[in-house]
């Protein structure tokens, strides 16, 4: 038994390029850095804290910057901000 290739097949071309993901992505980009610069500059209040107190806040930290991200996403996906 031999297989041929299906010239049949469902092709669907590529969506062409739009300007969302590169503005989206420098949006992000802006965005993480301004989180970082917010959490740098608690460092000092952070690191007089016990080390049990600091574990929670940094884990925070470093999570929540992904929910404002989410709806950036979803825009540069779809042109929504909403689902």
């Known amino acids: ?3 041929e290739p299906d010239d049949k097949a469902p ?3 590529p969506d062409a390029p739009n300007w969302r993901a590169p503005v989206g992505m420098i949006l992000m980009l802006v965005f993480i850095l301004l989180w970082c610069g917010i959490v740098v500059s608690m460092m000092d209040w952070i690191s007089d804290l016990n080390f049990w107190l600091q574990l929670p806040i940094y884990i925070v ?5 992904i929910y404002p991200i989410k709806p950036l996403l979803l825009w540069i996906n779809t042109g929504k901000f909403r689902s």
């Not at 930290?61 to 910057?65: E, H």
């Open 1 to 3: 038994m031999t297989t």
């Open 11 to 13: 092709y669907n071309a």
């Open 61 to 65: 930290a470093g999570t929540i910057w």
